[in-house]
């Protein structure tokens, strides 16, 4: 069973590009939840895509958006790099949403430099 | 934001030695988690207690919950080499949103 992966492991890119980064749920999960994890700090909640659709958001601007497809895998693209986006960004996937919530799986990480 | 908040922020013990952690959040919570990350990679769950819950184990690990004080701890216990890692705690408050504090590093000397 193959847990969540994400794809690429490490990219960069100069400053003012566009990335998309790509995450596959584990399997029977139908949640996917982006984060951002700069050095040093913990993970930074950027959004949660259920049923294809954004559900939550955290404190992110436009730059940053998303997509989930039918078969629960899902984007995550930035645009207008800058220097600050420099993090690994991490795919979690889950089962449902709502109480009780379940555990998350996490991916290894996109790892970007921003240059 | 950060709601949760690891404490303390580094830790440096003798292996075989019980390592203990201590995570403060603010705001009522469904479920608190504790996470282990390797060198900056994927994190790894280690357990999820629900905000009925006061303790649980796995294992070498011992998670209390105190819903009046807003806290919970990580207790891990005959720490290994291996157990040389970040923890975080990470809080959902029931809006689907899990929060992560900033960690705490651990260290096992040998």
């Known amino acids: 069973d193959a847990g969540v992966t994400q794809s690429p492991t490490h990219l960069i890119k100069t400053r003012g590009q566009q990335v998309t980064l790509r995450c596959s749920p584990k399997?029977?999960?139908?949640?996917v939840s982006w984060y951002q994890q700069a050095l040093g700090q913990g993970p930074q909640f950027i959004f949660q895509?259920?049923?294809?659709?954004?559900?939550q958001r955290g404190n992110f601007p436009d730059r940053f958006s998303g997509h989930q497809f039918p078969n629960y895998s899902s984007e995550l693209n930035v645009n207008a790099l800058l220097l600050g986006d420099s993090a690994l960004y991490l795919c979690?996937?889950?089962?449902?949403?709502?109480?009780?919530?379940?555990?998350?799986?996490f991916g290894q990480g996109t790892r970007l430099t921003v240059v | 934001s950060q709601q949760g908040e690891e404490d303390p922020q580094a830790l440096s013990i003798q292996e075989g030695e019980n390592a203990t952690m201590n995570c403060s959040y603010k705001?009522?919570?469904?479920?608190l988690q504790w996470y282990r990350q390797n060198s900056g990679r994927g994190l790894v769950h280690l357990i999820l207690?629900?905000?009925?819950?006061r303790e649980k184990h796995s294992g070498r690990l011992r998670v209390t919950l105190d819903t009046s004080k807003k806290s919970s701890s990580l207790l891990i216990t005959a720490s290994r080499a291996a157990d040389t890692a970040s923890y975080f705690c990470?809080?959902?408050?029931?809006?689907?949103?899990?929060?992560f504090g900033k960690g705490t590093r651990l260290h096992i000397l040998p």
């Open positions: 207690i629900r905000s009925n819950e």
């Open positions: 895509y259920y049923e294809e659709e954004e559900r």
């Open positions: 399997s029977g999960h139908d949640t």
């Open positions: 705001t009522s919570i469904n479920n």
């Open positions: 979690a996937s889950s089962l449902g949403v709502g109480f009780p919530s379940t555990e998350a799986f």
């Open positions: 990470a809080t959902d408050a029931g809006d689907d949103k899990i929060i």
